[in-house]
């Protein structure tokens, strides 16, 4: 059985993370986390959840990580984490993205955004209600 695969939209910034998202939800896949990865693709990560901080001993690249709220809202980040690290606790954090370095940077993301994680069929989905919302604002404003 395949795996459930994410994307990551950050909402304030109308942009995508990422495409392909994998979801660390069980004691071992958080633990393994992404040691015995040679790389992370440009649209790849890995969403801990729950977690308040990660680790990079055995990862072999660095990553950038965003830390996120109940209601994935970002409260915390660090652009390029380097290896064998032990990142940061955030005791308000629910889940942290660990993403392919400069993610955070070309999206612009910012503490504050706030993200939407779903899987591609409900994304799809949520960015069609927001296109109408939006467009029902504009018609009564103009």
């Known amino acids: 059985m395949e795996k459930q695969k994410y994307c990551v939209y950050n909402q304030t910034h109308e942009c995508f993370l990422s495409l392909n998202i994998m979801r660390a939800d069980t004691?071992?896949?958080?633990?393994?986390g992404l040691i015995g990865?040679?790389?992370?693709?440009?649209d790849e990560g890995l969403w801990m959840v729950p977690s308040s901080g990660v680790h990079t001993i055995?990862?072999?690249?660095?990553l950038d990580l965003?830390?996120?709220?109940?209601?994935y809202r970002v409260i915390h980040f660090v652009e390029f984490f380097r290896t064998f690290r032990i990142a940061p606790l955030r005791a308000q954090a629910a889940s942290v993205l660990q993403l392919p370095i400069h993610t955070i940077y070309s999206s612009q993301t910012q503490l504050g955004d706030?993200?939407?994680?779903?899987?591609?069929?409900?994304m799809e989905s949520r960015l069609n209600q927001q296109a109408a919302y939006r467009h029902d604002?504009?018609?009564k404003a103009g």
């Open 27 to 32: 004691s071992f896949a958080r633990l393994r």
């Open 37 to 42: 990865r040679l790389r992370l693709k440009y």
């Open 58 to 62: 055995g990862v072999l690249f660095p």
């Open 66 to 71: 965003i830390y996120l709220d109940e209601n």
């Open 114 to 122: 706030q993200l939407i994680i779903c899987p591609p069929e409900e």
């Open 137 to 139: 604002r504009e018609e």
